[in-house]
C-alpha cells in the first residue's frame, strides 16, 4: 500500500511541476499554497509538528500547541466537536492541494504499529513519536491517531502554511482559516459551495 501512495505523490508532483504551464497560471488564479509551495515547506511542517506532538507538558504557551493539549485532555470532546466540520483553511488552499498535503504527511510521519503484546493487531500512531500520553491515547482506541491526524496535525499544517504564504501570525492565520470551517449542517445550508465566508 505505501508503494501505492508513493506512486501516487510522484504522479501528483509530476503534474504540478513547473515544467507544466497549468502549473504557472496558478500563480495568478489560484492560491499560491500549491503543491510545490507545499513541497517546499514540507520538511519545516514535519519538525514543527514533531515538536507539537512531542511536548508532553500538561499545559503550555505556545499558541501552535493549543489543539495538541486539547486533543491530550479530552480526544472524545475533539472528536465529537469536529468530526462533522471541514473546509478550515478553504480560502488559502484548494481542496487537491489539500489533499496532497494530506498524503504527504501521511507518507512522512503516519505509521502503523503492533498493539502491545499482539502480532496481528495494529494502530495509527506517528514516526518519532516520544510522548506515552498520546501513544496511548493511541493504543488504547487503535483508530484515534487518525483522528488527532485530522484535527490536530492538518490544521497545524495548514495553519504553518498560511503563516508563511501571507506572513500574518499564527494566531490570525488560525483565526482566518477557522472562520471557513463549517459543519455539514451548515453546509447544507449553504447551497452554492461550501465557503459560508460570513457566517
Ligand atoms: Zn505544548
Known sequence: METNSEDTVIHRQDGYDNTNPSSRQSST???????????KHVNSIV???ADMMNCSLSK???????????????????????Y???????????????????QILGERICVNKFLPGS?????????NLDNEEL???FIDSPLMGHEYFKFVI?????????????????????????????SVAQHKRVQEGCFPFNL
Open 154 to 182: 492538518l490544521k497545524e499544517a495548514v495553519t504553518y502554511l498560511v503563516c508563511c504564504n501571507t506572513g500574518l501570525p499564527y494566531e490570525e492565520s488560525d483565526e482566518r482559516c477557522s472562520q471557513t470551517e463549517a
Open 29 to 39: 488564479n489560484r492560491s499560491e499554497i500549491n503543491t510545490d509551495f507545499i513541497a
Open 119 to 127: 502480532i496481528f493487531s495494529r494502530y495509527s500512531s506517528f514516526k
Open 84 to 102: 462533522l466540520k471541514y473546509c478550515f483553511g478553504a480560502k488559502y488552499i484548494e481542496p487537491e492541494d489539500f489533499e496532497y498535503l494530506q
Open 60 to 82: 503550555c504557551d505556545e499558541a501552535e500547541h493549543k489543539r495538541h493539549h486539547e486533543f491530550i485532555r479530552s480526544p472524545e470532546k475533539m472528536y465529537a466537536d469536529n
Open 47 to 49: 519538525n514543527t509538528l
Open 135 to 137: 501513544e496511548k491515547i
